[in-house]
């Protein structure tokens, strides 16, 4: 059974622009609309077209050049298509990132992810969890969970948000490298200070997304829970009949 989900905002306006770079609209070497430009055009938030035009920029489909703006480098010689959630919620910067840092503590590790850290389940954790806002809206909300032991020495366990992402702050501090990571979605009915996050009437599940970051060797270094409102996605489910 496969699920397709609805992408954000910001990944939907980057497919457009991508879209235009490739049927010619914006050529390689001309520069693409102003952000004020894309916000009017899009009816869409500062903070979403600037998250769409550097995902497009990380692509290699567009580069800054200091004094003349974003230029169109055109179709990368790879481009890679496929779900970037995952990844999304492991390079997160969450000084620039549209959303707020909401917590961060030691809590005892959740049943579905004590399994996937090796963990027992009265064993403690650390958590941060960060809401994602897109337009004023809540869109997702993320808990990330690290090791207590992996973390000490770092400042994952700070109050205050990251300068770049958990998993470049890790491999800086620890000398971890990610390698891989695996992905599971399933649907749940939200605990209730994850339904009052969220904004979510009684009764509305949450598609979770559980990513599981681990090194080379399996061990895992991270496990993000990305909760998204099932009442704002869009499922699609292909199947064979024989």
Same mark, same amino acid.
């Given at each position: 059974?496969?699920?397709?989900?609805?992408?954000?905002?910001?990944?939907?306006?980057?497919?457009?622009?991508?879209?235009?770079?490739?049927?010619?609209?914006?050529?390689?070497?001309?520069?693409?609309?102003?952000?004020?430009?894309?916000?009017?055009?899009?009816?869409?938030?500062?903070?979403?077209?600037?998250?769409?035009?550097?995902?497009?920029?990380?692509?290699?489909?567009?580069?800054?050049?200091?004094?003349?703006?974003?230029?169109?480098?055109?179709?990368?010689?790879?481009?890679?298509?496929?779900?970037?959630?995952?990844?999304?919620?492991?390079?997160?910067?969450?000084?620039?990132?549209?959303?707020?840092?909401?917590?961060?503590? &030691?809590?005892?590790?959740?049943?579905?992810?004590?399994?996937?850290?090796?963990?027992?389940?009265?064993?403690?954790?650390?958590?941060?969890?960060?809401?994602?806002?897109?337009?004023?809206?809540?869109?997702?909300?993320?808990?990330?969970?690290?090791?207590?032991?992996?973390?000490?020495?770092?400042?994952?366990?700070?109050?205050?948000?990251?300068?770049?992402?958990?998993?470049? &702050?890790?491999?800086?501090?620890?000398?971890?490298?990610?390698? &891989?990571?695996?992905?599971?979605?399933?649907?749940?009915?939200?605990?209730?200070?994850?339904?009052?996050?969220?904004?979510?009437?009684?009764?509305?599940?949450?598609?979770?997304?559980?990513?599981?970051?681990?090194?080379?060797?399996?061990?895992?270094?991270?496990?993000?829970?990305?909760?998204?409102?099932?009442?704002?996605?869009?499922?699609?489910?292909?199947?064979?009949?024989?």
């Amino acid at each position: 059974m496969a699920y397709e989900v609805e992408p954000p905002k910001y990944v939907r306006l980057a497919q457009t622009l991508q879209r235009r770079i490739e049927d010619g609209t914006y050529a390689p070497g001309t520069r693409v609309p102003s952000e004020n430009q894309l916000v009017q055009a899009f009816g869409m938030s500062r903070p979403t077209v600037v998250r769409a035009l550097d995902l497009l920029k990380r692509d290699g489909w567009l580069e800054s050049r200091q004094g003349y703006g974003t230029i169109v480098r055109g179709r990368p010689e790879v481009v890679e298509r496929k779900d970037r959630r995952g990844r999304e919620a492991l390079e997160r910067d969450e000084s620039q990132g549209a959303g707020r840092l909401i917590e961060v503590g &030691h809590v005892p590790v959740p049943a579905r992810v004590a399994s996937v850290l090796g963990l027992p389940k009265r064993a403690e954790v650390l958590m941060r969890r960060f809401l994602v806002e897109e337009d004023g809206e809540a869109a997702e909300l993320i808990s990330s969970y690290f090791p207590v032991g992996l973390v000490e020495g770092t400042e994952l366990g700070s109050g205050e948000p990251l300068s770049g992402s958990p998993r470049e &702050h890790l491999e800086a501090r620890k000398k971890v490298r990610f390698d &891989h990571v695996t992905e599971r979605v399933s649907a749940r009915l939200p605990e209730a200070r994850e339904a009052e996050l969220l904004d979510l009437p009684d009764g509305v599940p949450v598609l979770s997304v559980l990513v599981v970051a681990c090194d080379a060797s399996g061990r895992a270094l991270q496990v993000a829970d990305v909760l998204l409102p099932a009442d704002r996605q869009e499922l699609e489910d292909t199947y064979r009949l024989n």
